[in-house]
Every structure is written in C-alpha cells, then in structure tokens.
C-alpha cells in the first residue's frame, strides 16, 4: 500500500515538472560564448569566402570580450557561489577565477590563430586531406593547388580556411561548462563539446598535412578512449551513490556501508579520462605527437585552455566528491604526480624538436598541478588556480615565438635550427629565454611564483617528500629550458639557418600580452594571488 | 630607502647600458660611472651604520620595508648588520676594479661590451639584493636571480669551454637552490605552526622561534639551506663547478664569482644556517668541521698540481673557503669575526690574484702554468703585484689575510682543536702552491712557450695548447711582454693598498663586524668558550 502511495505522489511530482530557474547573469559569459559560436556557424556558412576572415576575427573577439565583461559586471559584485540550471553548472570563486583565465588565454591563442602575416594565408587550410594525397605530402611544401586561390578574390593572395573560429568557440564554450559542471553527465558532455572541436582542429595544418592529420587521429583515438573511461567511471559511480551530482557522490561515500569497489573502481577511471586531458603521465602518450602536429596557433590553445579547462575538473571532482575520501585514493594520485614530473623532466632532456620539448614541458607543469589539487584546502585550490593562470599565459607567448622562426619549409621547430638566433634576432632571443625562465620558475618570473604556491600548498598539507621530488625534476627539467638558451646565445648561427618572421600586430599582440602577465605575476602577484585566494567551492 | 637606493642604482645602470650596443665607449663610461657612484653611496652607507646602535642590540639598521605579497607573507624588507656591510662593501669596492680591468677586454667575436657591463652591474645589483634582505623569501629571490647574469657573464663572454662552464654552474647552483626552496616553504609552514599571526618570512620573527623548532624538524630544513650554500661557497665535495667556471669566466667575471658571488655561501651560513637552526648547526657542526678541513687540504693538494693558471686560482679559494667554513662553524666570536673577516680578504686578495694571473694570460695567451718562465725579468712591475697577491693569498704576517686567518684558527681552537691542528697544515701547503707557482712562472731564465712566442722567439712550437683562440687572434704575431700599463697600475694599486691597510689595521672592520658576530653568536645559543673578542 505505501508503495503504491509513493509511486503515485512521485507520478504526481513527474507531471508537475516546472523549468528550473536560471541565474542568466551568472551563466551569461557561457552563454556568449555558446551563441557567439553559434553565430559564428552561420557566418562561415552564409558569407561569401573573402569576407569570412575579417567578420569572424571581429566576431570572435567581440564575442570574448563581451564574454569578459559579462563576466566581470558578475564577478565585480562578489557574488556567494551558488549552483543553477538545475544545479548543473556551480558557478563560484574558482569558476569565476577559471573562466576568466580561459577568456584571456582565448584571446591570446585567438590572437595567434587570427595571424596571417607570419604564415601567408593563414596557418589552417580546409580540404587538407585531398592535398595530402595528391602529394602536399609528409615534406609538406607549399602547394599552390586551385583551391588556395578559392579562399580569396581571384587577384588577392590566398586567404586562410575560417571554420576554426567557431571550433575554438565552440571548444571554449565547452571548456568552460566542463570546469563548471556540477554533476558528472554535464561534465560529460562539455567534454564531448570541449573535444570534438580540438580533434578537428588539429588536422587543419597547412604545411606538414600529414604530420598534423596523423596528430588529429591519434589525439581523436585515444580521446575517445579516455572519454569512454570517464563514461563508465560515471556509471560505476552512479551504481554505488545512485546520484551524479558531486554532491550526492560526497555524501553517499561518507558513511555508507556499500562496497567501496564500486566508488573507487569510478573514480580510477573518472580520473584517468580527467588525466588525459590534462596531459598527466601516464596518460600523456598524445601530448608530444599533437602538439608537434596541430598547427602551432592551435597547439597555443590547447596547451593552455585545454590544461586549464581540465585541471579546473580535476580540482572540483577531487575537492566536492571526493574530499571526505581522501586518503583512500591519495597515494594512487601520489604515484601519478610522480610519475608524471619524472617523465616530463627526464624524458623532455631526449627531445630535438621545440614543440615537443614544449610538450614535455606541460607533462612535468602537470604533475607539479597535480601537487597542487591534490591538497585538499583552500590553499591548494587557490595555489593551482595561479598556477593554471601564470602556466597557460606563458605557454601562449611560447607557442607565439614558436611560431615566428621560420625557414623555407614553414615552422622551423628543430633545436638545431635554432643556434645562434640572439644574433640574428636579439629581442626574439630574449622574450624566449624570459619565457623559458619562466618555464624552469626562476624567480622574479610567473613560474616561480605559481611553484611557490603550488609547493607551499602542498608542504602544508603533508606532501613533503613529493614536493621534493617535484624540485628536483624541476632542476632537472631546468637542463632543456637551459640547453635552447644555450644554442639561442652561446652557439654560432647556421649559414641557411632560419630567420624570424616579423609578427604582424595580432601575433605581437598575443606574445606581449603572455609576456606582461609572466613578468607581472613574477613582481607584484598579489593581485591575481587574492583573486585566487579564499577560492571554495559550492555544490 | 638608502638601502633601496643601492640595490635600483645598479639596476637601472645595467638597463641603461645594455642597449648601447653601437658606442662601446660609452656604454663603458656610463657602467663605470653607475659603479663609481653605487661605490660612493657605500661610503655614505658605511658612515649611516651605527657601531654603538648595534652594540646596543640594533640587529639591523637602515631598515626598509613594504609588503610585497601578502599571500605568501612575504615583505621586501631591506636591512644590513655589519657582516651584510663589509659585504656589501666589498661588492661595490671590485665592480668599478673590474670594470677598469674590463676596459680592454678581448671579447669573443660579436659580443659588446655593453652587454658584458651590463650584466655586471646587473650582478652587482643583485648581490646587495642578497646581501640586504631580511626577509627570508625575498633572500631566496635574490640568489637564484643573482644565476641568471654570472650564467651569461660565463656562457657568452668566457673561454673556448664556455658553454660546458656555464651550464654546469647554472645545474649546479639551481639545484641547490631548489632543494634550499624546499626548506624556505618548510620554514614558513614550521612558522605557521608557531605564531598566532599564520607563517612569515622576516628573518626576525623566524629567529625568534628558531629554539622552538624540534631539532629534527631544524636538521632537515638545516638540510636543505646547507647543500645550497656548499654548493655556492663551494665546499669539497660540491665543488667541482668551481674550477670550471673560474677557468672558462672571463676574468672580470671569474673575480667577481670567486670574489663576492661564492661568499654568499659563507655569508648564508653565518646569517641564516646558525641563527635560524641553531640546534641544527650544533648538532651538525662536526659534519661540517670534517669537509671543511678536507677542503683546506684537498683543495691545497689540487692547487699545487694544476697546470692551468685560472684552475689554480679557484683550487685555492677552494681551500681557503674550508678556512672560512672551520671558523663559522667552530661557534666563537673570534672565529666568527675571523671567517668574516676573511670572506673580505679573500675577496681582495684572490680578486686581485686573478686580476694578475688573467694580466699574465692576456700577455702570453696561454693559461699553462708551463708555458711562462722568468716573467719577472720582462715586467718586473707585474711579477711584483703577482707575489703580493700570492702572498696575502698565503696569508703572509702584515697581509689582510693573516689577521683573518688567525683569528679564525685562534677561536676555532678552544672548541675543536683537532680539527684546528689539521687545518694548520693548509697554511703550509698554501705556501707550497704559492711560491712555487710564483718560482715556475715569474722567476729564472726567460723561458716558456708563451713567453718566447710572446717575444717573437718562437721556439716552434708556438704558444701553449690553452691558447685562447681569441687573444691569440688579437696579438697577431710578436707583441712583447709589456709590463703594467697605466691603467693596470690603477686597477691594482687600490687592491695593494687595501691588502696592506688591512693586514696593519684590521680595527675599523672588525669593530664593524664585532656586534654583529657576538649577535649571531648569541642567537646560537652559545658563549665564547675564551671570553670576548680581544683585539
């Protein structure tokens, strides 16, 4: 009989399902975002070819600033965290904090991706595939196929393929729902929405096609492993705590007397779908290849967004459902931090080639990060939200530089080829070595700042021994920062070395905008560190 | 503010003459004149600091301070004892030195001297950085940032092996650096623990609560603060970057590395290794005692078998740092007074050793101890200056360096006299290294490859292997071997005169250094073992 009454009131409450109330303003910078990509479609598909480039550049920035400024009219109230559409999205301190950050690292990589001054027409080319084939080939040489004048009036140069600025929307809007997700579907979804872009935009490289497709595939393949893992540590999760909200999650894994297999089987797995977007060793093996592969612009902005997007997952997954329950899966997360600082440090020392090096480079940044999430304080959150912030500007900048040395055969990224480059280019010279600085964390520089924070987050919550470990690979890891500054300064130019492109004004734009943010977060940090501090999360 | 001053001037200076890539001259002059007035500000400094304040317990005057980031409780707070003075003195007191060495230098090919000024006055801004802080975050800052111009000092302007030198001395450093980074953040969560107010980083505070620290908790924090200065003071066995570095650094550079950059070693032992971890220091003394005697004998028995001229410089202050290393670490005034004492001396004297040895270099062009014989009969002047550098380097009666050495080999007895007795010896093969360098190169018939090439008497064979491509270049064919010219006479008189003042009336810096000394030791927790400094 009571069951007959419950069902029959639950049937009541299904048919009185009402639409649930929406924060706009505090959703509003996604929504931008979302519609401004939406828009975006539409102009690369109504707009006559010559004119999509300038509209899209135009829409696309008005589209983050407008996203910025929403955000800031938001977040200049202080508001108290709170949870809408249905609690889905948590919109707090550290979502605020993340968001801005990926707008601005958004500007800055869709500064890079706008430039067309550095690689004439662009660096994207659309029909790559069928170039490749008729023999654009693995050498990758200009081709000047029909299709290249197509993008242009028939007397102007080549203009570049434009559907990259609604999948970088489109991976931005979908980023920022995924490290503001509240329950484990949505964060499914936004990284659904986060990743397809960013597999098709690997493959959009108009010089080495074959390079960048073969990134395109192996980062789609073993992308959508990762997001099957986090598909079935969702059900495993759901099967013990019957809930996805993160919330539900805590509270079913504290004091139930349900198997623990079941919790931690899903989070294992949860964590490495999380991990792999994060570029976390052991589950790092995409990183060098995409990075080498997609083209540079794009590889700005997934090196620093995607970090961003994934490490603010990884921080709200940890600190909401998992918290109570942190001793159970700390020392498995231990193995990974150190796991990924070792190989980021060691196997970076091997590289001959500036991307992969660079990409190395983020496997061992992402084991200090890990450092910093796994401390479950305010100080940890606050500590890797610098660290995401001072991390991905520097990276941005670095990419931006990669961008410019330059020989007959596109991107010179080889680290012979950059010997002797003070001479022929001091202040190209000198912003590297800055930004590689930054890099290693030498003080007075961003890095430093964002280590002490994350380090000190960490010592302070009883991970002494692994944040030794983590100052020894960064001595380590120092010796291949080093060993490019050395061939910049100390080696004699190649005869047919490379030259350094004179940026035009979005690429310029860009590098100094990641050069200002690692030299001011270096000197006076407590600005941004305040921003990050105090950071909790609701849910 | 004063303080503030000194540490921008510098700064500023190195930024102005760093883009005066076109007009070397006056990129040079304005350096100079940057130095000049840092060097007159020092004077000022120097007259400031009040003896009797800091007798009266004044730990640190000329006091500066702002918060900086509050997150990290951390201020860039400014403040000098007598030992950051004399230190501070000496750095402003070589620059200009240097850079008067400097003037000629034969750089290597498409390198200016603006850049090469400019990073030592950069250099010279950071060391008072380091030297000036009293707040224990910000000193950190300063050390590692103090790498990134020796770093290319070495790696752009020095020897054919430059880019090995540098690196090795950057990995080196770097390392200690972090594992010392380790124990900065431990000594702020420690403090944490400790004050009502949440962690800090002023050097004052921390002292204060230094005897609280459990002395486990001291040891590994002692730990990470020791291996950073070993490495930078350099003590056997983290030594091996020293000689690497000395050799291949230009010598402008090398006298500012081995002169100034590796006391920050000794200096950091002294400010923050005993104040902070006092029952750390004491547990460890013995430790510490045992290398630094090994490095006086090691050191000496390494300098006596170089063959190359920069190398044998850098084995002796190798030996000469264990002296200092014994003296901190034997916890009496006296030795304390001597070892800092010496820390300035040895500045000056092996400052002015590699100045004469790097004159001999540019003249023969070849850093082979064999390659050079009886330059006394062709520059008398030079042998001269060589023989008072090596004699106050042997720490010669009425030399700076006897008086420090005696202090320290005075109070470090009472404590620890076996390892005193050992130490001893070193003063022997000091003499050993010295003399017979001095006799193999300076004395006898004219001999030696260089020499003979120098004069166009070739013997065949030409100049040594070492021959730096660069200044053999530079000379062409047979250039002589002039003795000092003007301006070497007037980069060497003011370190002549200074080694003797000193080794006659060491009074006005020990009665700078002797409040402080007493300070620190206090803050040790000890008393002399022989009642006070007697001077």
Known sequence: ??????????????????????????????????GGACVSVLAEAFLPRYQRWPVQVALTLVVLAAAGIALGLYAGGAPAGITTLADALAVDRPTLFLWGTL???????????????????????????????????????????????????????????????????????????????????????????????????????????????EAAVKY????????????????????????????????????????????????????VGLLFKGSVAPFHTWTPDVYQGAPTPVTAFMAACTKVAAFGAILRVLHVAFGDTRWEWRGVLWAVAIISMVIGAVLGLTQTDMKRMIAYSSIAHAGFLLLGAMAITEQGVSATLFYLLAYGFTTVAVFGVISLVRDADGEATHLSQWAGLAKRSPLTAGVMTFLLLALAGIPLTSGFTAKFAVFSAALADGMAPLVVIA???????????????VLMYFSEPAPDGPTVTVPGAFTTAAITLGVLVTLLLGIVPTLALNWAGGATFVG | MLLLVLLVLPLVGALVVAPLKGDARTAKLVAIGVALAELALTVVVWASYSVADAAAGDRFQLEFGVDWIPAFGTRFALGIDGIALVMIALTALLVPIVMLFSWEEKLPEGRSASGFFALILATEALLVGVFAATDVFLFYVFFEAMLVPMYFLIGRFGGPRRQYAAVKFFLYSLLGGLVMLASVIGLFVVSGERLPAGGTFSWAELQRIAADVPESTQIWLFLGFFLAFAIKAPLVPFHTWLPDAGAEAPVGAGVLL???????????????????????????????????????????????????????????????????????????????????????????????????????????????ISDYGGVHKLAPLLAGMFLVAGLSSLALPGTNSFVSEFLVLVGSFPREPAFTILATVGIIFAALYVLWVYQRTMQGPVRGSAVLAALGRGSGDGPGTMLDPAVAAQRGGAAGFPDLSKREIGVLTPLVVLILVLGFFPGPVLEVLEPSVAATLTEVGLTDPVGGMSR
């Open chain 1, 220 to 271: 789609f393949l073993l992308g959508a492993f990762a997001s099957a893992f986090f598909l079935y540590g969702l059900a495993l999760i759901y099967g013990y705590a019957g809930t996805v909200r993160l919330t539900g999650i805590a509270q079913a894994a504290v004091g139930s007397n349900r198997s623990d297999a079941l919790l931690f089987g899903g989070l294992a797995l949860l964590v």
């Open chain 1, 471 to 485: 100052l020894v690979a960064s001595a380590i890891a120092a010796f291949f920062y080093l060993r490019v500054i």
């Open chain 1, 103 to 213: 707008l601005a690292l958004g500007l800055g990589s869709v500064l890079l991706i706008a430039d067309r001054s550095v690689e004439p027409g662009g660096a994207f080319i659309a029909t790559a595939a069928a170039r490749a084939a008729v023999g654009g080939g693995a050498a990758g040489g200009p081709v000047e196929g029909p299709e290249d004048r197509s993008y242009g009036l028939p007397d102007e140069a080549p203009t570049m393929q434009t559907e990259v600025f609604p999948f970088a929307l489109f991976a931005l809007g979908g980023m920022m729902a995924f490290l503001a997700a509240n329950d484990l579907l949505t964060m499914f979804i936004a990284l659904e929405v986060l990743s397809l872009p960013l597999y098709l935009m690997c493959g959009l490289a108009r010089r080495r096609r074959l390079l960048s497709q």
């Open chain 2, 258 to 368: 081995v002169g100034v950059l590796d006391k920050v070693g000794t200096f950091g032992f002294l400010r923050y290794c005993l104040p902070l971890f006092p029952a750390a220091s004491k547990a460890l003394a013995p430790l510490v005692l045992t290398l630094g005697v090994i490095g006086i004998l090691y050191g000496a028995l390494l300098a006596v078998g170089q063959t190359d001229l920069k190398r044998f410089v850098s084995y002796t202050s190798i030996a000469h740092f264990g002296f200092i290393a014994l003296g901190i670490f034997a916890f009496s005034t006296q030795s304390f007074a001597g070892s800092a004492l010496y820390m300035v001396n040895h500045g000056l004297s092996t400052g002015m050793l590699f100045i004469v040895v790097g004159l001999v270099i540019a003249r023969g062009g070849s850093r082979l």
């Open chain 1, 1 to 34: 009989m009571t069951g007959l009454i419950a069902s029959g009131s639950a049937l009541a409450q299904v048919q009185q399902i009402t639409a649930p109330p929406i924060d706009y303003a505090a959703i509003a910078p996604l929504l931008i975002v979302l």
